[in-house]
Each structure stands twice: as structure tokens, then as C-alpha cells.
């Protein structure tokens, strides 16, 4: 079935340091490719999407190239701030399945 | 943007009683909704999806008599947890897909409603 496997947190950084947070995926066809960000007591927003092979999804600075070859959709942010804190979930949508299949979410912690 | 909003954000109760979360989307209409729960420190587990006026579809292992969901309008969705205990203490998340999706079938998410049961 479709899976979603992001690298385990907590990752902490310090200010204005490279982030990447890995993200693999398994699935059948052409899945969606999403990063959510979810700040402290909140819900979920909508960072970056990409919908098909080679597709760079990019917001507020981080980005996410959907790499069909190595089904991978690794986060990058050039640098980080302290308000990037916050926990980062990987997801994918199969239209078979007709449901978000999220990974386990990653918690950032930048410090200055 | 697509806006989601949810009713109450936070509810504290006795054991025994039952909670009506709403789901409502602000901007746009929407076919289906998703329930999701979440667990301190763990991802998203999806409950169920409900489609505007029709039975929602539970996924393997939540009971539909605990948590029962109604999609009467378009633009409401409503999680009632029955008979709530403490184990039911978690924080739930809806999400919802609009009409004119785009063939990524992009979600909106609402901002989440932490249940306490006592």
C-alpha cells in the first residue's frame, strides 16, 4: 500500500543553518506530493506541493523537488529562523485511495 | 484562500457525555470532508470522510457509534463524540476538499479542536 517515511526528529539547528528534512515515499501511479507545517496548538497549513515527476514545490523560502526516480521529496531551507520551529509532515495523495497518507512529522527547533 | 474553521477549539468534559465538534468551510463548498485525530507528538490518523449528504466512510478500527459524523450542508461537517471518555482526549483535525479541486485534489485544513475528557 501507499507509505510516507520521514527521517525522525527532533532536528535542532541554529539560526540561519541549511535544513533538510528527508521524506520517501512508496506508492502505485502518480501520487501527490505535500509538505504541511503544524506551529504549536495549531492545524495544519499547506507549506509546498508538487503534482508531478520533477515538479519543485517552493514557499517562504524552503522547496521540495518531487523525485520520481528515487521517490523522494526532500524539504530544504537555505536558512533557517526561529519561527520556523515547528513540526513538518510529508504526505502524498493517490487518487486510488482517495485519502492524504501522512509520515510520522518531523519537529524542528532552530535556536538563535 | 480556502478558509476551514472548527467550533469549539478547545472543550473540556465529564466522562460519559457527548461533544459536538463542528467543521465548517468559510469560502467555498465543499463535497467532502475529512476527520482526522492526533495524538500528542504522532501524525494525523484518519477517521473518516463524509460526503455531503451521505454516510461517512470510517476507516479500519474507529467505531462509527463513538464517533458518529454528520455532513447535512456543503459547507458543515460535525464529529460528535458519544459516550466520551478519557481516552478520547486527543486533538482532531478536519479537513476539507473543495468543488472546483484541482486534480491534486488539494485539502484545507481547519485549525483543530482539543477534546479533554475528565
Known amino acids: 500500500g501507499n507509505s510516507v517515511t520521514q527521517m525522525e526528529g527532533p532536528v535542532t539547528l541554529s539560526e540561519e543553518a541549511f535544513l533538510t528534512i528527508n521524506c520517501t515515499y512508496t506508492a502505485t501511479g502518480y501520487p501527490s506530493l505535500f509538505w504541511y507545517v503544524q506551529y504549536p496548538g495549531e492545524g495544519l497549513q499547506l507549506l509546498l506541493k508538487?503534482?508531478?515527476?520533477?515538479d519543485k514545490g517552493s514557499n517562504k523560502g524552503f522547496e521540495a523537488t518531487y523525485r520520481k526516480e528515487t521517490t523522494s521529496f526532500h524539504l530544504e531551507k537555505g536558512s533557517v529562523q526561529v519561527s520556523d520551529s515547528a513540526v513538518y509532515f510529508c504526505?502524498?495523495?493517490?487518487?486510488?485511495?482517495?485519502?492524504?497518507?501522512f509520515g510520522a512529522g518531523t519537529r524542528l527547533a532552530v535556536h538563535p | 484562500g480556502a478558509v476551514v474553521s472548527q467550533h469549539p477549539s478547545w472543550v473540556i468534559c465529564k466522562s460519559g457525555t457527548s461533544v459536538k465538534i463542528e467543521c465548517r468551510s468559510l469560502?467555498?463548498?465543499?463535497?467532502?470532508m475529512f476527520w482526522y485525530r492526533q495524538f500528542p507528538k504522532q501524525s494525523l490518523m484518519l477517521m473518516a470522510t463524509?460526503?455531503?449528504?451521505?454516510?461517512?466512510?470510517?476507516e479500519q478500527g474507529v467505531e462509527k457509534d463513538k464517533f458518529l459524523i454528520n455532513h447535512a450542508s456543503l459547507t458543515l461537517s460535525t464529529l460528535t463524540v458519544t459516550s466520551a471518555h478519557p481516552e478520547d482526549s486527543s486533538f482532531y483535525i478536519c479537513?476539507?476538499?473543495?468543488?472546483?479541486?484541482?486534480?491534486?485534489?488539494?485539502?484545507?485544513f481547519g485549525p483543530g479542536t482539543r477534546l479533554t475528557v475528565l
Open positions: 504526505a502524498l495523495f493517490s487518487g486510488g485511495y482517495n485519502k492524504l497518507i
Open positions: 479537513s476539507a476538499l473543495g468543488l472546483a479541486a484541482e486534480p491534486y485534489n488539494e485539502q484545507f
Open positions: 469560502d467555498f463548498q465543499a463535497t467532502t
Open positions: 463524509s460526503n455531503e449528504g451521505s454516510k461517512a466512510t470510517y
Open positions: 508538487a503534482t508531478k515527476a520533477d
